[in-house]
């Protein structure tokens, strides 16, 4: 598609930029966010974004899928959400055999609504297609079309009726975003375009099959030993028995990051180099990931709850 690696990972840039001025005409505002979602999905991972109702986070996955040409579907997740309504299910047909009705988790990206609001046994569900991006009903396995991300939502704040996610699903998403409020001048415009009845007429941007191509061209950039070694301590930082840990965390956490979260920092410090021009990754880009891979991969004590230390703060002192 290229000549040279180094010219692709020029059109990359080039096309990324032309997706953040796509996106930004239905997205007002929340750039860092847009850069972290499509962080990940260049990256093959997935991402879990934390914000309270109305903060625009179905509209922003909705925007992408259309900027990438991809197929999307979304589950709104609730108490009596089942397995199969996820998955799909087995009929029996007018010729009395048996035949696999796809559920909506067959497509290329799925919004996974308050993923939080459905019970483990429907979480778990999911597991096996963000893991191996295929599905086994009925005895038999059914691939899924590729590329697959799940992008999921959680409310912060009202967790009344909610099973909290477990670790080993935590686990499987790439990064934790959080999103926050806009600023004043970003809430005014945002009201002044969607009061107003005008819709905008998004253009695709990035077709599947260069979207794939760019996923396999950045899993072939080169990383520096020193700045593998720097992802795997600064990991091996967030465990309370691990003899390198910091003193912070041996006092704040019960329980640190695995072997996914240094991964998952090489992977998305290649991505953060290729958005910023640069041909490898170094250690500013593995910081600039790091809050997003490592915040949903620590557990914090009661004690840290006690005196206000949050798992960003303690994110960050372990960054400076």
């Known amino acids: 598609m290229y000549k040279d690696d180094k010219t692709a990972i020029e059109a990359f840039g080039n096309k990324y930029l032309q997706l953040k001025s796509e996106i930004a005409k239905v997205i007002i505002g929340q750039e860092k966010v847009v850069e972290d979602v499509l962080t990940t999905i260049f990256s093959q991972g997935h991402a879990l974004l934390i914000g309270v109702p109305g903060l625009a986070k179905t509209l922003l996955i909705n925007t992408i899928s259309q900027t990438l ?30 035949e696999f009705i796809q559920g909506p988790v067959f497509a ?9 609001r459905t019970p483990p046994k429907t979480q778990a569900a999911l597991l096996e297609a963000m893991q191996e991006k295929a599905v086994t009903i009925g005895g038999k396995n059914y691939r899924l079309d590729q590329p697959f991300f799940v992008l999921a939502t959680q409310n912060p704040i009202e967790q009344e009726g909610t099973y909290p996610l ?14 926050a409020y806009p600023d004043l001048s970003e809430e005014i415009s945002i009201v002044k375009n969607t009061t107003t009845g005008k819709t905008e007429q998004l253009n695709t941007i990035l077709q599947k099959e260069e979207l794939l191509y760019f996923q396999q061209l950045l899993m072939r950039i080169p990383v520096p030993d020193n700045v593998y070694e720097y992802a795997v301590r600064l990991a091996r930082k967030t465990r309370p028995n691990d003899n390198k840990t910091e003193a912070i965390a041996k006092k704040y956490i019960s329980w640190g990051a695995g072997p996914r979260a240094s991964q998952y920092l090489i992977i998305g410090a290649k991505t953060h180099a290729a958005l910023k021009g640069k041909f490898s990754p170094d250690m500013e880009d ?4 790091a809050l997003n891979v490592l915040r949903h991969r620590i557990v914090i004590n009661y004690k840290a709850e006690a005196e206000g230390w949050t798992k960003d703060k ?7």
């Open 69 to 98: 040409d991809l197929s999307y579907n979304r589950i709104q997740f609730t108490p009596d959400l089942m397995p199969s309504d996820i998955l799909g299910t087995e009929i029996l047909n007018k010729e009395k055999r048996f």
């Open 314 to 320: 303690i994110i960050k002192d372990i960054l400076e």
């Open 108 to 116: 290329n990206i799925i919004l996974a609504d308050e993923i939080n």
């Open 166 to 179: 477990p670790e080993a699903q935590l686990d499987r998403f790439m990064f934790n975003i959080k999103v």
């Open 286 to 289: 593995v910081n600039a990931v």
